[in-house]
């Protein structure tokens, strides 16, 4: 199993839509969660932090759910310039104690 | 405002011929990483220093190795690159380990 695990997509949605992204993780005792975004070619950018009671940014909302291994992603109304690749980080999920990124999931949001 | 610069942003060497890539940051951060990154792959991370303390991943192969002369900047070096390390080599900070961490625009090295 993969220490963080993302569904690579593409998830190709309409403008307007609703879309929304897990990402599982391996270890319980896992303790820093993120979701970065990275567009083509360029470097990952913090998207939001994930805090246990879950956190909401505008259009954004990330959840944890500690019993299932999971966090999520919701984003409500895409944009065309949503379109991009999401990251899945966790933080202590491996013996170094450091981030791992998952492999990402890319969004495609068409007109 | 930049906060972690990274040069060159491209990089174009021979096979063998060794090459450095060169990281900064203003942000007076503990913690700097080296990530490699292929297309449509996670960042791999490579190795990182807290403050002088040198960590190297596992798989990390002995071609890389890295230099932290102050707490501003890092150094990647690739000694005899092969045509499997052309990718992505990204740069990155935190204050603390398990903290957010803050990217350079990245260097696209490519090896003929």
């Known amino acids: 199993r993969k220490e963080v695990e993302q569904d690579p997509g593409p998830f190709n949605v309409p403008e307007g839509a609703t879309v929304a992204f897990n990402c599982t993780y391996s270890?319980?005792?896992?303790?820093?969660f993120f979701w970065y975004r990275q567009d083509c070619r360029k470097e990952p950018k913090l998207l939001m932090s994930v805090y246990s009671s879950g956190n909401e940014d505008g259009r954004f909302t990330a959840q944890l759910n500690r019993a299932s291994q999971y966090i999520s992603l919701l984003i409500r109304d895409s944009k065309l310039s949503d379109s991009a690749t999401y990251l899945c980080v966790v933080g202590g999920n491996n013996a170094g104690n450091m981030l791992t990124f998952g492999g990402g999931t890319r969004l495609m949001v068409k007109p | 405002d930049a906060m972690v610069i990274q040069n060159p942003r491209y990089q174009v060497t021979q096979f063998g011929k060794p090459v450095t890539l060169s990281c900064s940051q203003t942000?007076?951060?503990?913690?700097m990483y080296w990530y490699q990154q292929k297309s449509s792959q996670a960042p791999k991370l490579l190795f990182h220093y807290y403050d002088k303390d040198f960590n190297n991943e596992a798989d990390t192969p002995d071609n890389f190795q890295s230099r932290r002369p102050n707490t501003s900047f890092c150094f990647l070096d690739i000694r005899s690159p092969g045509l499997g390390d052309a990718a992505m080599y990204l740069c990155?900070?935190?204050?603390?380990?398990?903290?957010?961490?803050?990217f350079g625009p990245g260097t696209r090295l490519l090896v003929l």
């Open positions: 990155a900070t935190s204050r603390g380990a398990l903290e957010t961490q803050y």
């Open positions: 942000l007076n951060h503990n913690v």
């Open positions: 270890n319980s005792a896992s303790q820093s």
